[in-house]
């Protein structure tokens, strides 16, 4: 695979993105023997060669995970006014990979197929009908385009187009209005340095609720990645950003106040948005195009996690697609009762935003810990459903399921 080694200007399959979505869908194709003959090529404005981004996440040690975790923690401390606890997550256990990690994996994984090629350059637009992606470095046709650079912004509504991604090609038509719960996950993370050993890296938080939450669901969680290092992030549910010095005054006055920090470094910074939305993507395919990742949905519409969601599904759609001979987005979708289920969660933090920490501090004080984390999976039985929805107080989701159902009526 070569970056400037671009031969023809037709593929079979062209990536448009190539972050998360976009290589780890490459490579799973790579372990089918019908993508090793298809000619592929992902486009990307990035080379990937900086840490742009860390991934948590739960899993056993059976899941199918790249091997580029770069720490993981048996133990996770959740704090809440009047509730703290360390949370037996077995047969989980909490994982960091570096974005930069997962990058440089890929990248070589990519590299022994003499079938797909790779392209720096910044993607203006792409026909649905011809599958001609244009760039600045020119045009690529493919049978088939799996994008994930762009969100399908006239799917979103007004206000939020601009906190997400740029337009994929002329705005249509506003979307339907009123017909999906739009939240924004947003958080800034310090790499704190510190000249005395204060973090013990055996315990992670993960989320500390104590913090001042005014009016909006925030919490704080904390990665130590030695006595002396730890990366920790303010995040905030809600339907706006904050002024970007607030970020920085939550942080501070966190490090002062919870972890009793005097002197330390900001040896790295880091800052995102995530949507959280049930909106159904329902085009998930158009033309030749299929949407994947965060412009296909996949990010948990509750909890803002994607990371192995998007392993588990780029596995299953790749999969059926090499068996079949033809992609099937069936395979991309959440299946309905779990949507269901986020909608309602949604809607209570849209309503009342600052119940966040009611709603998690019941399902982990009243539940396993893996219980918990198995729903938010999607891999709970029915009977596990049903004692995590009778966990948290029921008013406000009694009166959001009303809501939703309502909504989906009109
Ligand atoms: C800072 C951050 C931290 C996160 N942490 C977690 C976490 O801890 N756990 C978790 O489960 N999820 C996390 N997420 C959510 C989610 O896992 C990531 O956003 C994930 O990277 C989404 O994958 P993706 O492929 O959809 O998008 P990306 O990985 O962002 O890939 C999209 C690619 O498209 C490219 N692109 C965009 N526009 C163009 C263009 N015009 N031309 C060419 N290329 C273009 C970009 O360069 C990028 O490489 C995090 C997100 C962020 C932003």
Avoid at 295 to 309: H, P
Avoid at 341 to 348: F, G, P
């Amino acid at each position: 695979m070569k970056d400037t080694d671009i031969k023809t200007q037709s593929y079979d399959i062209v990536f448009a993105g190539a972050g998360l979505a976009g290589l780890a869908t490459a490579v799973e194709m790579l372990r089918h023997p019908f993508f090793q003959q298809k000619r592929i090529l992902l486009i990307d404005r990035d080379r990937k060669q900086h840490n742009d981004r860390t991934w948590c996440f739960w899993a056993t040690d059976d899941e199918l995970i790249p091997p580029v975790v770069h720490r993981s923690w048996d133990g996770c401390r959740f704090l809440a006014p009047g509730f703290e606890a360390t949370l037996d997550i077995a047969p989980y256990r909490y994982r960091m990979v570096r974005g930069l990690d997962f990058y440089r994996w890929a990248e070589g994984e990519l590299a022994r197929w003499p079938n797909v090629q790779r392209l720096v350059a910044n993607i203006r637009d792409i026909c649905p009908e011809s599958g001609v992606v244009h760039t600045d470095a020119g045009d690529f046709a493919g049978e088939v385009i799996l994008n994930s650079a762009f969100t399908p912004v006239r799917l979103l509504p007004k206000g939020t187009r601009n906190l997400w991604q740029p337009p994929l090609s002329a705005p249509a038509e506003d979307p339907p209005p009123g017909r999906a719960t739009f939240l924004l996950q947003h958080f800034k993370g310090w790499l704190v340095q510190t000249p005395e050993p204060v973090f013990d890296p055996k315990a992670m938080t993960f989320m500390d609720f104590r913090i001042e939450q005014q009016g909006e669901t925030r919490f704080v969680y904390v990665l130590p990645l030695s006595p002396h290092r730890a990366l920790v992030e303010f995040t905030i549910f809600s339907p706006a950003l904050l002024p970007a010095a607030a970020y920085d005054e939550a942080l501070r006055q966190y490090l002062h106040q919870y972890l009793g920090l005097r002197q330390y470094e900001v040896a790295e910074e880091e800052f995102g948005i995530i949507p959280m939305t049930d909106y159904a993507f329902p085009k998930r395919a158009e033309g030749r195009i299929i949407h994947i990742g965060t412009a296909g949905g996949f990010v948990k519409a509750s909890s803002g996690y994607a990371f192995k969601r998007t392993l588990r599904r780029a596995r299953a759609f790749v999969s059926a697609w090499a068996q079949k001979g033809a992609p099937d987005t069936r395979h991309l979708h959440t299946r309905p009762l779990f949507h269901l289920l986020d909608s309602v969660l949604l809607r209570v933090l849209h309503d009342q935003n600052d119940l966040g920490g009611v709603v998690f501090t019941s399902l982990f004080r009243k539940l396993p810990p893996a219980l918990v984390l198995r729903f938010l999976d999607e891999d709970s039985s029915w009977l596990d459903i049903v004692r995590v929805v009778s966990a948290p107080p029921s008013w406000p989701f009694s009166r959001a399921l009303l809501e939703v159902l309502v909504r989906k009526m009109k």
